[in-house]
């Protein structure tokens, strides 16, 4: 059982907030969360690479010289891919790298990210978190009073805030994610997760109901 401090936004601490990491994840495996977090990488590609092969380069199917009494070695088209100018011998094609894992395994992945967030005292608890209009000012001044200040930051609300969007996504390095939205990719990249007391509740109660369908 963890038991993580509270804050509010002048990084004053007004509270404890329990929560044990096994309920999220009784385990945490590397190798599934690395698999999760190759295939997003993989997806992120777009695979529009391409080189010419030798039927696709410009130039004359002349034979360069004749075959023998020359004393060189037999040779055919200028395009081929052993002489300067010439196609690729293995050109590249455009291809997609789209792939997926089983559902109930990134989610899994995505419990075992935050847990592990947890374990290594990278989860900075917020008490709330709500603008009433876009404020770039005010929420930088909770990350310095927080201590998060030049740190890569993932700032997860319960659900989509518009005002704490647009207060954040002008400050380096920091990006926002509502719990619906969260990935194994996301949490595990920046180096702390700042959350609300709502959005860790909501992380609990989705852990939950995800276990039970599991079982």
Excluded: C, W
Excluded at 25 to 35: F, G, R
Excluded at 42 to 51: I, Q
Excluded at 72 to 90: C, K, L, M, Q
Aim: positive net charge.
């Amino acid at each position: 059982m963890s038991s993580l401090p509270v804050y509010d936004k002048s990084g004053n601490e007004v509270g404890k907030y329990e929560i044990d990491p096994a309920d999220l994840a009784p385990q945490i495996n590397k190798q599934l969360l690395h698999d999760v977090v190759v295939m997003y990488q993989a997806n992120l590609r777009m695979g529009t690479h391409k080189t010419k092969g030798r039927g696709e380069v410009r130039g004359t199917t002349k034979k360069m010289y004749r075959q023998k009494g020359t004393g060189n070695a037999r040779a055919g088209s200028r395009r081929s891919g052993i002489r300067r100018g010439g196609g690729h011998i293995f050109a590249r094609k455009p291809r997609s790298y789209y792939f997926r894992l089983p559902k109930k395994a990134v989610q899994a992945a995505t419990r075992m990210a935050i847990a592990s967030k947890i374990q290594d005292e990278q989860l900075v608890v917020i008490d709330s978190l709500a603008f009433s209009a876009p404020e770039t000012k005010q929420m930088a001044g909770i990350l310095k009073a927080l201590k998060l200040k030049g740190k890569s930051t993932l700032v997860t609300t319960e659900a989509y805030d518009v005002n704490v969007y647009k207060s954040a996504r002008n400050i380096d390095k920091v990006t926002v994610s509502p719990v619906g939205d969260l990935n194994a990719l996301a949490i595990l990249v920046p180096k702390r997760m700042l959350v609300t007391k709502a959005a860790l509740d909501a992380i609990k109660a989705k852990a939950a109901t995800g276990k039970k369908s599991a079982e």
